[in-house]
């Protein structure tokens, strides 16, 4: 068994085994250490997944696992952003009484959605969906006695067990279709041709399915509620971690299916759907979380545009991922925010910020348009290469619809920073202290610095080769 | 390096502004003008080093910035460029050094200001195509900062609206540009390389399309009836400085984008479509002034005075594109025109809403109607106002009427019926600036203005000099004509 080829994922689970273990010993006081431990184990996998950066791309442990370019860079995303949530954690957590458990239930979500991206086997991708979701349910109703933070993990839960129960049932469809579950087979089988309608059922069930993990329509009912209710570190990694494994997933699911079966055009009406829907609803919202909860539904749509692209466009996968990158670091960023602010979130709360506080006020509105493509932020060449992608793929319509959603969105953003720019300061801003100014600091630097230094960026994920296979 | 300097100094000096804290009003003053001033002097200098009869791009610096997208720092000036460029640094001096209430937030008024003269000159003398929309987005949000903090009446709905409104144009171009980037091989975004190779020409992607793109998205930041809902709005609540950068200075970047991006990077499709941008440039001309004459609010008829100087400058553009070959004279005429108005209606109209400015430093109104006499208490106000208005109204020995009488000398000769239609703009425009005119400095003196100070110092020598520009523009234009017909030859007939 090559066991090296999963040290990554073995740090991981150590980390998280050894943070359970170990919290139940340590007083109270103490549990802010685990924070230390579950950066160790997140920078060991980090290096680890970094030294299998250069491999050919290939399928290990007996085929179910790839390990390709584009899983490793998802892999790698999924770290850096769980390190930065697991830094903001502890300032926050601080008075829990559970606080070590959160770490160890942040390194098994992290392995969970880890496993979505790398998986090459349909049972190994229900695995990895249903620790993912196992371990994310707690996180988001963790603090207990927040009747909103259980009406929010409940909802996670009642929309997670349905969707995660049409992802088994298309798995096993598609098995009973193809006879197997290893992708590779299943390839084989699908080129040989089967029948559409089954095929499509099957595949429609699966991509329901991830679209639970990546916030999109229909099943992105959660992502609201747990963006503004769950303790603001869960809700910063509910927003961003799962979407970047689901992503992949989906993607290299999707490039299994021969081209005449590719469902392009489904994919695209999912994108335009999502995104249309979340910035609908993120409009006219009063709370900030909650609307970067609908905002996040729609960044959901524009990463399904690159997924729609991907049978037609050479470097679709390019975009998909410097999008979820810059995606990242733009929603850390306004979540540090929200957290350095001690969770403040509704949207009058947030007037005069700038003028009260201005560094975190900066930071938000860098965030925020970033999100919505203002360059030279980062964000901008995300989008920049999602549009060229969508072109590239034939899909002009949808480059359209996406550009006229950006301007949707820009007006629910700059609702937010014009008050924050031109209201009246109102009573004194708690601050949390601890690492969070640092890493708003170094989010906010890295929104500009990356768009600047965009071309490392560029060229590391230029070279980052299909799916293993 | 000189280009990336007059960029580059703004932005520094808005940094500066930014990051020090507590300036006081004046010094934070200064600096920014002495900022701006060092600014113009680079274009100056360039304009000293600027050979008319040498390349079309000149003074080019390149930088690669994202090459794995085809992207660089790229700047250089052709002679249209360099006048609209020197005109904005012009501008942008004024309006800094120009009285405003900055609301005791000196420092960050200047700071934008800066930033926005910093980003404007960057629309003007990139020579890439994704710079270029780089810069055209920072510029929205600078102006969206001025006008929501430190505008008056609904100023934060009408920053709101001015930005969606052009950030939905920039967003469809941005898209026209991808799709003018992946038609050339290698993709690239240098500009050069698209005039050279005209991509659309036999293009996969629907060349109509991305001209369509292109055209809205320019088209409401000019704007061109019927995208022109934004700007009164705009104008009416912006403060007086950033009404005359947005009227002088951020308008122009849609005319010079049309010159730039669509009319010579796909003159066959620009020439196919030449007709409809005419009419609606005529439709733009009558129609702005004819909103302008039913206006009672002073900045707002001078807002859609804007609407319809842009249609003229429009206009030239559409006949200077209007052919491939042959009309040559007379279509240069026209771009030559066009570029004089962009000039010209900077100048003229930057004087027109400082003047404004000056009205509500006074009184606080800007209903014409209370107004009435102010020739016997201000009688500098009212010299400044008059050669201002008849400057705008293209009197003869001012530049508006070198620009207006290029423009519609070259139309003669290629849309005859469309001269003829557009003359009546000049017309009503004539009679809404006298109209005004009477109904501000003339007639009974309403008692309570009867202290109205006149003009102070800044305001004397800012009127002053911007005055002094379009008089000479005027009176001896060739200095300004030589460096545009220059590159106007060019783009008409590329050699």
Known sequence: MPVGDLLPELCL?????????????????????????????????ASAALMQWDTPARLTFSGVWALDGPAIAAKLIMLAAGAVVVALSPGWLATDRRHGEFYALLLFALLGVIMLASASDTMELVVGMLLSSAASYPLAAFHRSFAPAL??????????????????????????????????????????????????????CIVVGLSFKLAAFPAHAWMPDVAQASPAPAAAFLTVVPKVGAAIALARFLALLPAPHHPTLLIALLAAATMTLGNLAALWQKDVRRLLGWSAVAQSGFALMAIAAMPTSPDARTSLLLFLATYAIANLAAFAVVIELRGRTALEDFSGLARAAPGPALVLILAMLSLVGIPPLIGFFGKFMLYRSTLQGGLGWLAVIAALNSAVSLFYYLRVAGTIVFGQPDGAVHRLGGASPALVWLSGALLLAGGLAVELLVDALQGVGSFAG | ??????????????????????????????????????????????????????????????????????????????????????????????????????????????????????????VFLALDLLLFYVFFDLSLVGMFFLIGRWGHGQSQRSALKFFLYTFCGSLLMLLAFIGLYLSVTPHSFDMRVLI?????????????????????????????????????????????????????????????????????????????????????????????????????????????????HMGYTVLGIAVAGALLSGNEAARQLALV?????????????????????????RTGEYEMAQFGGLAKPAPLLTGFSVLAAFASLGL????????????????????????????????????????????????????????????????????????????????????????????????????
């Open chain 1, 13 to 45: 689970l150590l980390g998280a085994v050894a943070i359970v273990l170990t919290s139940s010993f340590l007083p109270q006081q103490r549990l802010g250490w685990m924070a230390l431990l579950a950066l160790l184990a997140i920078a060991c996998s």
């Open chain 1, 151 to 204: 009406e929010a993990g409940m909802k996670y839960f009642l929309v997670g067990a349905l969707t995660n129960t049409l992802l088994c049932i298309g798995v096993v469809w598609l098995f009973g279709l193809t006879g197997s579950t290893g992708y590779p087979a299943i390839a084989v089988r699908l080129a040989q041709g089967v029948d559409e309608l089954a095929l499509l059922t099957a595949t429609g």
């Open chain 2, 1 to 122: 390096m000189i280009l990336t300097a007059a960029i580059g100094l703004p932005l520094a000096g808005a940094l500066t502004l930014a990051a020090i804290p507590r300036w006081r009003e004046a010094a934070a003053r200064r600096f920014a003008t002495a900022v701006a001033l060092l600014s113009l002097l680079c274009l100056v200098l360039a304009w000293r080093r600027f050979t008319p009869d040498g390349a079309l791009f000149q003074l080019v610096e390149e930088v690669p910035w994202v090459p794995g997208l085809g992207m660089a720092w790229r700047l250089g000036v052709d002679g249209i460029a360099l006048a609209v460029a020197s005109m904005s640094a012009l501008v942008f001096a004024a309006s800094i050094l120009y009285p405003a209430d900055t609301r005791h937030r000196a420092a960050p008024y200047y700071a934008w200001m800066l930033f926005l003269q910093g980003v404007s000159l960057g």
């Open chain 2, 196 to 308: 050279a190779e005209q991509p659309m020409v036999g293009s996969a992607i629907p060349a109509g399309l991305v001209f369509l793109g292109l055209m809205i998205g320019l088209a409401i930041k000019t704007p061109l009836v019927p995208f022109h809902t934004w700007l009164p709005q705009a104008h009416v609540d912006a403060p007086a400085p950033a009404s005359a950068i947005l009227a002088g200075v951020l308008l122009k970047m849609g005319t010079f984008g049309m010159l730039r991006i669509p009319f010579a990077m796909m003159r066959e499709t620009f020439a196919a479509y030449a007709w409809v941008i005419a009419l609606v440039a005529v439709i733009s001309i009558l129609y702005g002034a004819s909103l302008a004459l039913g206006q009672h609010n002073l900045k707002r008829r001078i807002a859609y005075t804007s609407i319809n």
């Open chain 2, 337 to 361: 025109g066009a570029t004089v108005e962009m000039v010209a209606h900077g100048l003229i109209t930057g004087s027109l809403f400082l003047i404004c400015g000056s009205f509500w430093q």
């Open chain 2, 396 to 495: 003869p020995g001012l530049a508006g009427f070198v620009a207006e009488f290029h423009v519609f000398a070259g139309t003669f000769s290629v849309y005859p019926w469309l001269a003829v239609i557009g003359i009546f703009g000049i017309l009503i425009t004539a009679a809404l600036f006298l109209l005004t005119l009477q109904q501000l400095f003339f007639g009974a003196l309403p008692e309570k203005w009867s202290g109205l100070p006149d003009l102070g110092g800044r305001e004397k020598l800012v009127l002053g000099v911007l005055a002094a520009a379009f008089v000479v523009i005027g009176i001896a234009p060739q200095f300004l004509l030589t460096v545009i017909e220059a590159s106007a030859g060019w783009l008409v007939d590329p050699r």
